[in-house]
């Protein structure tokens, strides 16, 4: 696998379809090929997705629009599930080999479980596809940080090392931080995503109390309540971002990399590509980041998602 990106990009919004308006958007193969172009075209050549994102949309739309490039050119990143696994024998296998088809694929370079329901049952059962090949590297979300250890402990009896976490991050949701995950991950080189950056577009900059998320996405109905709130926050990231000529969605994945992890960015449209990018440049002083962590911890909103348990 080469070299990961700083930043990498996200396809959950890519599963909304008929049944699951999670967003509040459908997206379509002609829709997403420019956004799929401009990132290939930028170095931003890492794809997470998982059978969760609409039960295999996300992942399908992800294959066929990258099986125009060669396949060293990009890396795959997909999730195991385990509350969407039935009874049988080898539900992981089945569900990676379900994967495995849909993004037009023989490997993906990072498998995670998803979530952290059975650690014992489910994190052994990595080490097969590991060792086949069709997994090269393996990593755990929304797991806390005794999980993670306990994960860790099993794929080492194997030789295997844990390579990744994916946990919910962002100036809003610090848990993963406050838990000592995140320290954890950079004493042991283990790579941390950060997943919700720009918490579903409540960071991004887009909305505000007059102009909130789109109605009847299940986002609005979490986010749209507490946008008052965050009315002093996103005022301070845009005149931090004015300094240089950065949005406020930059400023929020420019906090995530300094805090030394790798955003997930999740893209729908060709132009935020390049906003990404610029996110990169971004630099903020550490008065900086404690006055935005001051204003983030004063709004008192609380973003869990309604999968995640607490990691305190």
Request: hydrophobic share 40%.
């Amino acid at each position: 696998m080469g070299k990961q990106p700083a930043i990498a990009l996200g396809t959950w919004a890519w599963g909304d379809n008929a049944s699951n308006k999670y967003f509040g958007d459908t997206l379509s193969a002609e829709t997403l090929k420019p956004v799929v172009t401009a990132g290939m075209s930028r170095g931003f050549n890492l794809w997470d997705t998982a059978y969760a994102y609409g039960k295999g949309t996300s992942e399908r739309l992800v294959g066929d629009l990258l099986s125009a490039y060669p396949r060293m050119d990009y890396q795959l990143s997909t999730k195991f599930t385990p509350r969407m696994a039935g009874n049988g024998p080898h539900e992981m296998a089945d569900m990676l080999a379900g994967s495995l088809k849909r993004l037009r694929t023989d490997h993906v370079d990072l498998y995670w479980i998803h979530n952290p329901d059975d650690v014992e049952k489910w994190t052994p059962e990595l080490i097969p596809l590991v060792k086949s090949g069709q997994v090269k590297r393996v990593g755990v979300s929304n797991h806390n940080l005794a999980q993670i250890k306990r994960a860790s402990e099993i794929l080492g009896t194997a030789g295997i090392r844990l390579s990744a976490v994916q946990n919910h991050f962002s100036l809003l949701y610090r848990s993963s931080e406050r838990a000592g995950i995140i320290d954890y991950c950079h004493q042991h080189h283990i790579d941390f995503f950060a997943y919700m950056v720009l918490e579903q577009g409540a960071l991004a900059g887009h909305y505000d109390v007059d102009h909130p998320l789109p109605a009847g996405s299940e986002r609005a109905k979490v986010y749209n309540a507490v946008l008052p709130q965050l009315t002093q926050l996103t005022a301070a990231m845009r005149a931090i971002g004015a300094k240089q000529n950065a949005s406020v969605a930059e400023v929020a994945t420019a906090y995530a990399l300094a805090k030394g992890t790798t955003p997930i960015i999740g893209v729908t449209q060709e132009k935020y590509i390049a906003s990404t990018l610029r996110s990169e440049k971004v630099k903020l002083t550490p008065a900086e980041i404690t006055q935005l962590e001051t204003l983030a911890a004063a709004t008192h909103v609380d973003t869990k998602g309604f999968w995640e348990a607490p990691m305190v």
